[in-house]
């Protein structure tokens, strides 16, 4: 990669300061083109560093901290439901948003946000770090040059243990102590796949998906809720039980336009190591990510999986190439891709038009949460 590294230095502020805020500063530190001058986060009680101001005097005090900071760039790491308002103050002040998955919950939620930052010329960059990952990236040139012929399969989810987040240390349901306290919520309220994005955000950039009208056909499927409540269940406590309406699986299928069958996954209560469950497959070829393999036509041993890093690393993306080392080095918890994603995005501000998604794609993405729940509603019309 020719470009070289951004030279000037960008104020950065962050809203909402917990395990992904706390994770996203010490990236941000690693960073010479970046100064952190200002965290706003109600629960916070001291600033990480004597040069970083705190604004913690409630959920509006980030409105301060932007008024007297003028940021350059805000990273939005707050829960949920606050991004949408918080991002579009920041668009109306005229600063480039950071916003950490996952926004809105709808592609309607978005819409003042976008007529906002297309007028004020404000950049919102959508922190999917699953879009970022070595494979992720190198799958992506592999897809393009051809390499699995005509793609017409394409699966991938959030696989992911969290019930150790949900309930407190003590077996409350958000409780005290409970990590992600604000997203149990969710799980209360909506029978739906609840975090598409880790999952979908990769599969629809291989499908070239970009709007909502390129979905065709979107059908969701569900299990029984039991995992939270069998959890819930090793705590001695006495009294009623919240309902939990999230199923612990959630399937989503999705026919596009062009011919795409996507599978995705929402699995999030039940006991399992961490997947994405990535898959690929074409006319000439499969790609698995949980094997780290694939399989080629004419190419690979007959009927034979085999390992893909020789693939991926021929295959690998120009970002990977400049900037893999320093990447897996200094952002080992996630495998450099929040790294590279970061690094990106400063260099998108100094020379737009390197990060590879916008909020369009980000809209899109949160769609299938809505349309999820609006595919079981009518199944259960229907029985």
């Known amino acids: 990669m020719d470009r070289k590294s951004p030279t000037p230095i960008y104020r950065v502020c962050l809203v909402g300061f917990g395990y992904r805020g706390r994770y996203l500063l010490q990236l941000?530190?690693?960073?010479?083109?970046?100064?952190?001058?200002?965290?706003?986060?109600p629960q916070a009680t001291e600033s990480p560093g004597?040069?970083?101001?705190?604004?913690?005097?409630g959920d509006q005090d980030y409105r301060r901290m932007i008024e007297h900071e003028r940021?350059?760039?805000?990273?939005i790491a707050s829960p949920w439901q606050c991004h949408t308002e918080q991002a579009l103050y920041c668009a109306k002040a005229g600063i480039h948003i950071a916003l950490e998955i996952r926004g809105g919950t709808s592609w309607e939620d978005y819409t003042p946000l976008l007529e906002v930052a297309e007028v004020a010329g404000v950049r919102i960059y959508p922190l999917e770090n699953t879009v970022f990952m070595r494979e992720v990236?190198?799958?992506?040139?592999?897809?393009?040059?051809?390499?699995?012929?005509?793609?017409?399969?394409?699966r991938g989810g959030y696989r992911h243990d969290l019930r150790h987040l949900l309930v407190s240390p003590s077996g409350e349901l958000g409780g005290e102590g409970a990590e992600a306290a604000w997203r149990v919520r969710y799980y209360l309220e909506q029978e739906a796949d609840l975090y598409p994005t880790h999952g979908f955000a990769p599969l629809a950039l291989?499908?070239?998906?970009?709007?909502?009208?390129?979905?065709k056909r979107l059908e969701a499927l569900a299990s029984s809720s039991r995992g939270l409540a069998a959890y819930l269940d090793r705590y001695a406590i006495e009294g009623q039980r919240p309902s939990i309406l999230t199923p612990d699986i959630v399937t989503t299928q999705i026919e596009t336009d062009r011919g795409i069958l996507?599978?995705?996954?929402?699995?999030?209560?039940?006991?399992?190591?961490?997947?994405?469950?990535?898959?690929v497959q074409g006319t000439k070829g499969i790609w698995n990510a949980d094997r780290r393999a694939l399989y080629l036509e004419g190419m690979s041993p007959e009927g034979a999986w085999q390992t893909d890093e020789p693939y991926l690393q021929h295959y690998l993306h120009p970002l990977w190439r400049a900037w893999g080392e320093e990447a897996l080095r200094i952002d080992q918890h996630h495998q450099g891709m929040d790294y590279m994603m970061l690094r990106t995005l400063l260099e998108d501000l100094a020379h737009p038009g390197l990060y590879p998604t916008d909020l369009n794609d980000l809209a899109l993405w949160s769609s299938i949460?809505?349309?999820?729940?609006?595919?079981?509603?009518?199944?259960?019309?229907?029985?």
């Open 262 to 279: 996507i599978s995705l996954i929402h699995d999030t209560t039940l006991p399992r190591p961490k997947s994405l469950d990535y898959e």
């Open 71 to 75: 940021p350059d760039l805000v990273v």
């Open 206 to 215: 291989w499908a070239r998906l970009r709007r909502e009208e390129e979905i």
């Open 50 to 57: 004597d040069e970083i101001s705190l604004y913690n005097r």
């Open 137 to 154: 990236m190198a799958i992506g040139q592999m897809i393009e040059q051809g390499v699995f012929g005509e793609i017409l399969y394409l």
């Open 28 to 41: 941000l530190q690693q960073l010479p083109s970046v100064q952190v001058v200002g965290i706003a986060d």
């Open 369 to 383: 949460t809505p349309r999820s729940a609006a595919s079981l509603a009518r199944g259960k019309l229907r029985n």
